[in-house]
Structures are given as structure tokens and as C-alpha cells.
């Protein structure tokens, strides 16, 4: 599945931003997606996912009740809302999609096997 992210920026710390992730040829509905983040000089890191089969969710304990992660069937997206935003949520962030993964692996990016490019976003202090 062909995905692309969007929808980052720059935006001062406090603020919102929502990344849609969206994807040609292919319902999403069919796939786990994560949303994952890489900042400058760090490894990729497991943000939030939400699961294929029964729509379950899990977040990274940095952005757990500030971001929300959520399926869009309608308009073939899944969005990240990120709020109350920190400059330490500064990073590039990716979507991916990847099946049968089970609850353990849902933050391994080596469990996803399809990946948008990048948006960057940046949060002033």
C-alpha cells in the first residue's frame, strides 16, 4: 500500500497540529497503522498505531492523553491529533502499515513493511 503523510508545520509549544495518513490503491481498514517519529540524531520511535482488527489503539507513554490516533473509513485516512504540543515532539513522523501484528510488536517499526514519507514537524518554545 502506496501511504503519505501530511500535514506537519511549525507550531509553538501548547499548540495542535493534525497528520492525516492517507493511501492509493488500498483501503486502510485492511492494515494496522502506526504513526512513528525520528528526530535529529535518534532512532525511529513508535508514536501511536491503531489496530486492523478490532480498532484497538496504543500510544508511546510521551504522548499518552495529548495525542489521539483514529480511522476516518469515509476519506481512507487515519489522523494523528497531537496536542499540547512540546518541543521535544519535534521530529520528522511517518505512517506505516503493516498486518497481523500482535499487541508486543505494535511499536517495532521493523513490524511495519509499508512506509509514507515524512512531515516534519517543529515546536517552538
Known amino acids: 500500500v502506496q501511504l503519505q503523510a501530511s500535514g506537519g508545520g511549525l507550531v509553538e509549544a501548547g499548540g495542535s497540529l493534525r497528520l492525516p495518513c492517507t493511501a492509493s490503491?488500498?483501503?486502510?481498514?485492511?492494515?494496522?497503522i502506526g504513526w512513528f517519529r525520528q528526530a535529529p540524531g535518534k532512532g525511529r520511535e513508535g508514536v501511536s498505531t491503531?489496530?486492523?482488527?478490532?480498532?484497538?489503539?496504543y500510544y508511546a507513554e510521551s504522548v499518552k492523553g495529548r495525542f489521539t490516533i483514529s480511522r476516518n473509513r469515509a476519506e481512507n485516512t487515519v489522523y494523528l491529533q497531537m496536542n499540547s504540543l512540546k518541543p521535544e515532539d519535534t521530529a520528522v513522523y511517518y505512517c506505516?502499515?503493516?498486518?497481523?501484528?500482535?499487541?508486543?510488536?505494535?511499536?517495532?517499526?521493523?513490524?511495519?513493511?509499508?512506509w509514507g514519507q515524512g512531515t516534519l514537524v517543529t515546536v517552538s518554545s
Open positions: 506505516a502499515a503493516g498486518s497481523r501484528i500482535i499487541w508486543s510488536n505494535l511499536g517495532d517499526p521493523s513490524s511495519y513493511n509499508d
Open positions: 490503491g488500498s483501503t486502510l481498514d485492511a492494515y494496522t
Open positions: 491503531i489496530s486492523d482488527s478490532d480498532g484497538s489503539t
